[in-house]
């Protein structure tokens, strides 16, 4: 499955929102009836942390400005007001089908 | 407290065999299936082998299939990767990692260098 993101670089504003955009090749939706979607954060040197899981269950300590939605193929995260710390390589992944596959990573970086 | 803490990184010679393990513990590590992702330098992340919660069931990427064995020991609460017939292009940080449709938890990755 191809998980393709955009944009690849997201130049932010401090206090301003942000959206990436992940779109796959096949649905996610799994035989359960659930969507297997998650969003990763990478920060430099880090490794990564998960943020969102089945599309838009935010993980616990996770800030509530991060938000995610989406359906089917097409999904995004969004950030409602960027901070310091949410510098780093944000990535879309998909536990459906094997191999389990993710998004080429967008780097969120200041202006 | 979910810890994965890992080892067996290193530098090794193309075609030689190196072995990483995952000691995870704060968690009911029985329950979870269990999955190992590489990521080269300054590229993206690759899920690479991933193994069932019972170790019955394994997965592996193509590129790695026939060279790489995950398993998993339900007593120690360990987590092997045993790479064979290793290339340069499997250089890259290979985490551990809690989940396998639902990734959680990462451990801090290992640094695999494949080099002459």
């Known amino acids: 499955v191809l998980m393709t993101q955009s944009p690849l670089s997201l130049p932010v504003t401090l206090g301003q929102p942000a959206s990436i955009s992940c779109k796959s090749n096949?649905?996610?939706?799994?035989?359960?009836?659930?969507?297997?979607l998650t969003w990763f954060q990478q920060r430099p040197g880090q490794s990564p942390r998960r943020l969102i899981y089945?599309?838009?269950n935010r993980d616990s300590g996770v800030p509530d400005r991060f938000s995610g939605s989406g359906s089917d193929t097409d999904f995004t995260l969004k950030i409602s007001r960027v901070e310091a710390e949410d510098v780093g390589v944000y990535y879309c992944?998909?536990?459906?089908?094997?191999?389990?596959?993710f998004g080429q990573g967008t780097k969120v970086e200041f202006k | 407290e979910v810890q994965l803490l890992q080892s067996g990184g290193g530098l090794i010679q193309p075609g030689g065999s190196l072995r990483l393990s995952c000691a995870a513990s704060?968690?009911?590590?029985?329950?979870?299936?269990m999955t190992w992702v590489r990521q080269a330098p300054g590229k993206g992340l690759e899920c690479v082998a991933a193994?069932?919660?019972?170790?019955?069931?394994?997965d592996y990427a193509d590129y790695v299939k026939g060279r790489f064995i995950i398993s998993r020991d339900n007593y120690k609460n360990t987590l092997d990767l045993q790479m064979n017939n290793l290339r340069v292009e499997d250089t890259a940080i290979y985490y551990c990692?809690?989940?396998?449709?639902?990734?959680?938890?990462w451990g801090p990755g290992t640094l695999v260098t494949v080099s002459s």
């Open positions: 704060g968690f009911t590590f029985r329950s979870w299936g």
């Open positions: 193994v069932s919660m019972s170790g019955g069931s394994t």
């Open positions: 089945k599309v838009s």
């Open positions: 990692v809690q989940g396998t449709t639902v990734p959680a938890f």
């Open positions: 992944f998909q536990g459906a089908h094997w191999p389990r596959t």
């Open positions: 096949q649905s996610l939706v799994y035989s359960d009836g659930d969507t297997y």
